[in-house]
């Protein structure tokens, strides 16, 4: 969970630049290459959780389930 809550501090960190950014009409460029940072930084953020708690949804599923759940989480994870 802690490395969960750094990377929402970060994302959180790079909105407050990307919105420093546009107030100060930084060039479009440069916007963009902070917007796509900050989708790359939700999307380790969306698999780390689905990893995460789908684990913990599995221990008490059987063996079958969890080996499903385990090929598509594998899946998901790939966004």
């Known amino acids: 969970m802690k490395n969960e ?3 929402i501090n970060n994302i959180i960190g790079q909105l407050g ?3 420093k950014m546009l107030a100060e ?3 479009c ?6 917007l796509k940072a900050v989708k790359s930084s939700v999307n380790s ?3 780390k959780f689905i990893a995460n708690n789908l684990e ?3 221990q008490f ?3 079958k389930d ?11 994870t790939k966004i």
């Open 5 to 7: 809550e750094q990377l």
């Open 66 to 76: 969890r080996d499903e759940f385990k090929k598509i989480l594998s899946e998901l």
């Open 25 to 27: 009409k930084r060039d």
């Open 29 to 34: 460029f440069s916007v963009l290459i902070q």
């Open 45 to 47: 953020l969306t698999s």
């Open 56 to 58: 913990n949804c599995l």
């Open 61 to 63: 599923s059987c063996q």
């Open 17 to 19: 630049g990307i919105k």
